[in-house]
């Protein structure tokens, strides 16, 4: 109970520093943001949303995105959608004349919003970024259930090499790999979803990918093959049925909508995805996987490299998610992703880092604190607190965290060149949480050994680059002071009557008291 009352109360304190329920759009979640729709970004109070405990940062971009982490945004997601039409169904008719509220129509709001999103296409809505997110978001609420059947997978496959429990073990295969026999099914329809079309229809047309009975189909001179294409297959598959049906919705009487419109769908649909899709979409999924084993195993190192050290700024554009189907095309053909244990040096990186910047910074309390208070999430894989409270806001650490992931990365890149291949059975998590998900060519052990060979690389590298390299004199001498009162102030004035004085931003405002926000930066 304690728990949901603190889910709640976090709800409500975010909801009217955004504008209140009248200013929310739209309201969604990925693995760790809180994404609003807005009508008017003007009425956002960003600093006091920043000083709140729960928030580890904020993002501005095609939506706005609250960073409350994992786990933690599942639960204030629903408080806070819960929150907001309570306050619609209560909220007063606005009254009109110079005596009404302050708070604007919808309409008003939509224009007040205009010129604001206006900016914000130019360098955020073209149309390959506005494309990679719905990519990405078909695929994100896949994420919880990779994950777990990951590690069952993981479990299961301990479990049989030490012939323990060998009841269990068909169970727990089942477990595991149930859901990735079906995973085209949930992507057709949440392609169906994100693209505007009927999700179910979506869902329809990329089962047929996995129908056993397409074994029995020739196309292209071969027979198909279950499962053929993938979720790339069930992707394009999909994307043809919303257009189709759209087309439908135009042209049929709205008299036999109901029976010709779906039936349309699904015919037009699947005859191209049987003749067509399957094998296209097959052959690109084969591709990515030749490709990302020749890449590997010809210039790991120098991939490992370049991959680890550009995974952060991928992170803050957003854009990492849209690697998705990339992981989830090489877990369906290989039974993990070579690329996500490299990917995840960055986070190796950024945690060497903010080391760094704690023993750089001996005087500024305030950063000291908020990086011990991240530590131990930036150690199990989650980011955010350290890259908004830390290293982004002072500017370079960001850039040297960078490289400390390019070390990592290229570590794990050299032995996957040597024949050692280090891969994950599902995608979400990275840091030490990536460890159950591991699996490789040649043994738990050895495996283990390089992704934990890695993370060291990226802690050390990430440190001395941004120990040597990470500060100016400039910035140290804006951040290393004391946060603390003077004892000879304390005395004068007979102890403190107020909090301690804390580091400000540069307009002058307060970040606040919790110990995960960091002064605004540089």
């Known amino acids: ?19 209140g329920a009248a200013n929310v759009a739209s309201i969604a979640h990925c693995m760790t943001r809180l994404r609003l729709g807005l009508h008017d970004r003007s009425l ?65 709001l939509a224009a ?51 012939e323990w429990l060998p009841a269990v073990t068909p169970a727990l295969a089942a477990m595991a790999s149930g859901f990735m026999a079906l995973i085209a099914v949930f992507v057709g329809y949440n392609t169906a979803k994100e693209f505007g079309g009927t999700p179910i229809l979506g869902g329809a047309v990329a089962a047929i990918i996995v129908f056993p009975g397409v074994a029995n189909i020739d196309a292209f001179g071969q027979t198909l093959s279950p499962g053929q294409g993938g979720v790339l297959g069930a992707l394009g598959a999909a994307v043809l049925a919303v257009y189709v049906e759209k087309w439908c919705r135009r042209w049929v009487p709205e008299a036999l909508d109901v029976l010709v419109t779906p039936t349309l769908t699904v015919l037009i649909s699947g005859l191209v995805t049987i003749f067509g899709l399957m094998y296209v979409a097959g052959e690109i999924s084969s591709a990515i996987g030749t490709f990302a084993d020749w890449l590997l195993s010809n210039g790991g190192a120098g991939a490992g490299f370049v991959l680890g050290g550009l995974f952060l700024p991928l992170v803050m554009l957003g854009l990492h998610q849209a690697l998705i189907p990339i992981h989830t095309t090489l877990i369906e053909q290989q039974g993990y992703t070579v690329l996500l244990p490299i990917l995840a040096m960055a986070g190796a990186g950024q945690v060497g880092a903010a080391m760094a910047v704690y023993f750089r910074l001996p005087r500024n309390e305030s950063i000291r604190r908020t990086i011990k208070s991240a530590l131990p ?51 979400g998590p990275s840091g030490w949480a990536l460890f159950p998900l591991l699996d490789g060519n ?25 120990y040597f390299f990470g500060f100016g ?50």
């Open 377 to 427: 999430a930036g150690l199990l894989g989650v980011g955010e607190p350290l890259i908004y409270g830390v290293s982004l806001p002072l500017g370079r650490p960001f850039i040297t965290a960078c490289v400390g992931g390019a070390f990592g990365g290229g570590f794990v890149g050299l032995f996957n060149q040597l024949g050692d291949t280090v891969g994950s059975t599902a995608i």
């Open 473 to 522: 004199k400039d910035l140290l001498a804006e951040f290393n002071v004391s946060q603390e009162p003077a004892p000879s102030t304390v005395a004068a004035t007979g102890g403190p009557k107020t909090a301690p004085n804390r580091p400000t931003g540069p307009d002058g405002t307060d970040p606040g008291t919790d110990p995960a926000k960091a002064p605004a930066g540089v």
């Open 112 to 162: 007040q919003g205009a010129a604001i999103k206006a900016q914000q296409k130019t360098k955020n809505a073209t149309p390959f970024k506005l494309f990679l997110r719905k990519i990405a978001n078909i695929f994100v609420p896949l994420i919880p259930a990779l994950i777990g059947c990951g590690i069952i997978a993981g479990l299961n496959g301990l479990l049989v090499n030490l």
């Open 44 to 108: 956002v109070d960003d600093e006091a949303l920043k000083a709140l405990p729960a928030v580890m940062g904020v993002v501005e971009d095609d939506t706005y995105q609250i960073v409350l982490g994992p786990g933690t945004v599942a639960r204030v997601t629903p408080e806070f959608e819960q929150l907001v039409e309570e306050e619609r169904e209560t909220a007063p008719a606005p009254a009109s004349g110079p005596g009404g509220p302050a708070a604007a129509s919808s309409d008003d």
């Open 442 to 466: 040649h043994g738990l052990g050895s495996t283990i050994a390089i992704y934990g060979g890695g993370l060291l690389v990226g802690y050390v590298a990430g440190f001395l680059a941004t």
């Open 1 to 19: 109970m304690a728990t949901e009352d603190k889910n709640r109360a976090t709800a409500a304190a975010i909801l009217p520093l955004v504008g």
